[in-house]
């Protein structure tokens, strides 16, 4: 899927709470709801969605990862854009916070199991990096 441009946040205040709202949601398949999220340092937007579905009332937690373009003065009017991904689509950003992966439920996807780990691989090894004087 390509990228979504629009020309407002629609009345969100923030292209976090914009993508929150987006993953939040009840339809007659089920729900889904953002347990938490987090913009990254790198920009990134990240989320532990809960999906509960209707038929079964089973329940997952997957992460979600949006590459995030804002920009309020944009000489076009589009504002805001995104690409949405989900980790079993194996994507390139692994900066997700911890306490995001802390929340995902185990998953049969080689590729979630890969990206979570290189997640964890990559915040393991900042916390051993020593701090700037």
Not at 83 to 110: H, V
């Amino acid at each position: 899927m390509g990228w979504l441009y629009m020309k407002s946040l629609k009345g969100h205040a923030t292209p976090q709470a914009y993508l929150d709202n987006q993953f939040t949601f009840e339809g007659t398949e089920g729900r889904s709801k953002v347990l938490r999220s987090e913009v990254a340092w790198d920009g990134h937007y990240y989320a532990a969605v809960e999906q509960i579905s209707a038929a079964t009332a089973e329940r997952h937690v997957l992460a979600i990862i949006c590459l995030v373009k804002y920009n309020p003065d944009a000489h076009d009017g589009y504002i805001f854009g995104y690409k949405d991904m989900s980790e079993r689509m194996g994507p390139y950003q692994i900066e997700c916070p911890t306490d995001i992966l802390d929340l995902l439920t185990p998953t049969t996807s080689e590729y979630a199991n890969n990206w979570r780990a290189e997640c964890r691989a990559l915040a393991a090894r900042r916390a051993t990096m020593p701090s700037p004087a």
